[in-house]
């Protein structure tokens, strides 16, 4: 029996989140945006890695789409909801989404400090999974993104690591 007809909603709308974040990460910003809205409708407002796992993969594919000011939104407000949290992973990857999303956005100088901020996290907590990522975005120019590339549209440049 699906988890969805017992009444389960939290673990639905995490599972359903991270299925996003794959479908995002393999570049079909369209399934990522359909799994992202179905995490949304379904996570319990007072489910905080649900609340903040939809906003992360629904900011990153709104930007593809071009929705710049809905993506940072998002990423925006994921990060604050995390906010003296002491999940230091979910926060960096969660400042990396954001930081992802401002350098779409033309904002380098915005995404490089937010990866910083995540680098400074993971190295807190001595998390080495995801560092090469939040390197490039935070120590690059346009944060590892080539010319043109990874703006809205475009799959970006690590997904296939």
């Known amino acids: 029996?699906?988890?969805?007809?017992?009444g389960e909603r939290a673990w639905?709308?995490?599972?359903?989140?991270?299925?996003?974040e794959a479908r995002y990460a393999q570049g079909v910003f369209p399934d990522a945006l359909e799994a992202s809205g179905k995490a949304m409708r379904l996570a319990p407002?007072?489910?905080?890695?649900?609340?903040?796992?939809?906003r992360r993969a629904r900011a990153k594919a709104s930007a593809r789409?071009?929705?710049l000011t809905d993506g940072e939104r998002?990423?925006?407000?994921?990060?604050?909801?995390?906010?003296?949290?002491?999940?230091?992973?979910?926060?960096?990857?969660?400042?990396?989404?954001?930081?992802?999303?401002?350098?779409?956005?033309?904002?380098?100088?915005?995404?490089?400090?937010s990866a910083e901020d995540a680098l400074e996290l993971l190295g807190r907590k001595g998390i080495i999974a995801g560092l090469d990522r939040?390197?490039?975005?935070?120590?690059?120019p346009g944060g590892g993104l080539e010319a043109g590339e990874?703006?809205?549209?475009?799959?970006?440049?690590w997904a296939a690591d």
Do not use: F, N
Request: without cysteine; hydrophobic residues 45%.
């Open 65 to 67: 789409r071009g929705e």
């Open 134 to 140: 939040a390197e490039r975005l935070a120590r690059s």
């Open 74 to 113: 998002l990423a925006r407000e994921a990060v604050d909801l995390l906010e003296g949290s002491d999940d230091l992973g979910v926060r960096a990857d969660t400042l990396v989404a954001l930081s992802e999303v401002l350098h779409l956005a033309g904002k380098e100088k915005q995404g490089s400090a």
């Open 12 to 20: 639905v709308s995490t599972l359903t989140s991270l299925r996003a």
């Open 150 to 157: 990874g703006r809205a549209g475009r799959a970006l440049p």
């Open 1 to 6: 029996m699906p988890l969805e007809e017992v």
């Open 45 to 54: 407002p007072d489910d905080l890695i649900a609340q903040v796992a939809w």
